[in-house]
């Protein structure tokens, strides 16, 4: 699936500052949205995958909602902290295993 | 969890040389692998799929004869850049997928530091 937007590209925030950022998709042949997060010099990390419109997962401080008939899903940090500074990328597939990922979201947390 | 290692983690190269990136799945077996390239303050783009006993499948706008793709085993795809130019210097990351559940997750090498001087 391509033509995956994230918005905004970059975001700076104040430590304790809540935060949200969007990522827009076709919603033709969709199947899942995956979310994951990428600091410097590591790998990218699975946070949440969602299948159904509505669905909304948690993770700690991270959460994520997942609006299907619009095409977007948003990712919502609350109380943020400098270790949430990272690229937050998403990608919307099919019912394969072939990822392509938004434009991501580089998110700073100033202390 | 899934381990994908990669090397190397940094290579530099003069142009014209050849450089090959392996990517690994450590404890789990991969028909299939990902390459991908971060262009300067972009996102991650796919290049191509790596297919176990198969021809690569390349993404739109990615040279084949300039990237060469082999997966000859379960565990272990290359990448090789071939000829390389100062454009071609990047990051590299692979990846291969698990199916979890209902949907395929993907795990990721840690990513090769391409310099082609």
């Not at chain 1, 919603?27 to 509505?54: D, I, Q």
């Not at chain 1, 994520?64 to 690229?87: F, M, N, R, V």
């Not at chain 2, 006993?53 to 085993?73: M, P, R």
Request: neutral net charge; charged residues 15%; contains cysteine.
């Amino acid at each position: 699936i391509l033509n995956v937007e994230q918005s905004p590209q970059s975001l700076h925030v104040q430590e304790g500052d809540s935060t949200n950022f969007t990522c827009s998709f076709p919603s033709s042949n969709f199947y899942a949205l995956h979310w994951y997060r990428w600091e410097t010099a590591k790998s990218p990390e699975a946070l949440f995958v969602m299948t159904l419109n509505g669905d909304e997962k948690k993770k700690g401080r991270i959460s994520a909602t997942l609006i299907t008939k619009e095409g977007y899903s948003y990712l919502y940090i609350k109380g943020s902290q400098p270790e949430d500074s990272a690229t937050y990328l998403c990608a919307p597939t099919g019912t394969g295993n072939q990822f392509y990922f938004g434009t991501g979201t580089s998110l700073t947390v100033i202390p | 969890g899934a381990v994908v290692s990669q090397h190397p983690s940094r290579v530099i190269c003069k142009s014209g040389t050849s450089v090959k990136i392996e990517c690994r799945s450590l404890d789990f077996q991969a028909t299939t692998m990902f390459w991908y390239r971060q262009f300067p303050k972009k996102s991650l783009m796919l290049m191509a799929t790596s297919n176990e006993g198969s021809k690569a499948t390349y993404e739109q706008g990615v040279e084949k004869d300039k990237f060469l793709i082999n997966h000859a085993s379960l565990t272990l795809s290359t990448l090789t850049v071939t000829s390389a130019h100062p454009e071609d210097s990047s990051f590299y990351i692979c990846s291969a997928p698990l199916l979890a559940l209902s949907s395929y997750e993907q795990y990721f090498g840690p990513g090769t530091r391409l310099t082609v001087t």
